[in-house]
């Protein structure tokens, strides 16, 4: 499996990516993971939704109480805009609501479904366990933005700036912040660097952004610098 997530979102090959997970599979069939790394990094970039919810609702059965299994299945839902995902991000941090990475999930999901408020509470609740986590924050940035509190969300932005002149931090992260604050161009070119980066969650990200009709005109770049457009 491991080969197929390199070929996947380091090496953005998608031909060697699938024999390869089509191997592992062979290999291990009753591997959740292994499904879970077909599902999520091979047939979601490249929009095979169906299959990719066909595979992830094995490994929840193989499963069911796994937070990588069960996150995995809330991004692809959430990919396919499918009316169960809001619920599905609830669950997910009644599961586990200690992981900063479920929250960061249920909270992206429920905004972009417009359940602000409950996004907010999400995060913040997200925030005093791992406090400073900048995924959670450039999603509170956005939810922010979205409640027209564009000072607090140009705070969380200048916040991350800030760190980021002192240390790696994502680029995923800080495009939200750019995004809050109405500077799409900006969060383009530094999803751009995600993509360049080979940051995991970019991969999902454009894969969102790629499903939408609505993504802006740089998006395309994006897809064809990950060999998907």
């Not at 069911?64 to 396919?80: C, D, Q």
Request: aromatic share 8%; glycine share 6%; charged share 25%.
């Amino acid at each position: 499996m491991v080969r197929g997530v390199f070929s996947a979102f380091y090496e953005y090959n998608w031909d060697a990516a699938e024999e390869h997970f089509a191997k592992a599979l062979e290999m291990d069939p009753a591997s959740p993971m292994v499904r879970v790394g077909r599902a999520l990094w091979f047939l979601l970039p490249t929009l095979r939704l169906a299959e990719a919810l066909d595979e992830i609702r094995r490994a929840v059965t193989l499963d069911p109480f796994s937070s990588a299994v069960r996150t995995a299945e809330l991004w692809i839902l959430h990919t396919m805009k499918k009316v169960e995902a809001a619920d599905r991000a609830r669950a997910l941090i009644q599961l586990f609501p200690l992981l900063p990475i479920c929250r960061f999930a249920a909270g992206l999901t429920l905004l972009r479904r417009d359940s602000i408020e409950e996004a907010v509470v999400t995060l913040e609740e997200g925030l005093q366990i791992v406090p400073g986590d900048v995924f959670l924050l450039g999603v509170l940035a956005l939810a922010r933005g979205r409640q027209g509190r564009a000072a607090e969300a140009e705070q969380i932005r200048a916040g991350l700036e800030e760190q980021a002149g002192k240390r790696y931090i994502p680029f995923l992260p800080r495009a939200y912040g750019a995004e809050a604050c109405g500077d799409i161009d900006l969060a383009y070119e530094l999803l751009g660097q995600a993509v360049d980066g080979r940051e995991p969650l970019a991969v999902i990200t454009l894969a969102d952004r790629r499903n939408d009709s609505t993504s802006h005109p740089y998006c395309h770049s994006l897809l064809s610098k990950m060999n998907l457009a």
